[in-house]
Nanobody, 114 residues
Framework: QVQLVESGGGLVQAGGSLRLSCTAS?????????LGWYRQAPGKQREAVAL???????DYAPAVQGRFTISKDNAKNMVYLQMNSLKPEDTATYYC???????WGQGTRVTVAS
């Protein structure tokens, strides 16, 4: 059973930074997986924020390009999201996911105050 646990969210002022972490367990193919960070703001649909492929190449949503950085540590089964220059519109619950699999974590809440 794959489990994902996100952490690192919190309240931050606009312009600040946060680093989100996600630990995956119950999977031995982590290093070969495409991983993603997603977010869901109140009243909105969940959206992809950043993806990292098995070779380490990355893709970002236009809204976060240049501000967010996704990375992973295959030895620890962890994926990270470094978020800089945060804006109030980044306020959401953030989730990590192994893109080809169904399970979601519980998410970690990010609130950016103006």
């Amino acid at each position: 059973q794959v489990q994902l646990v996100e952490s690192g969210g919190g309240l931050v002022q606009a312009g600040g930074s946060l680093r989100l972490s996600c630990t995956a367990s119950g999977i031995d193919t982590f290093s070969n997986e495409m991983l993603g960070w997603y977010r869901q703001a109140p009243g909105k649909q969940r959206e992809a924020v950043a993806l990292i492929k098995r070779d380490g190449s990355t893709d970002y949503a236009p809204a976060v390009q240049g501000r967010f950085t996704i990375s992973k540590d295959n030895a620890k089964n962890m994926v990270y999201l470094q978020m800089n220059s945060l804006k109030p519109e980044d306020t959401a619950t953030y989730y990590c996911k192994i893109t080809r699999l169904t399970p979601w974590g519980q998410g970690t809440r990010v609130t950016v105050a103006s």
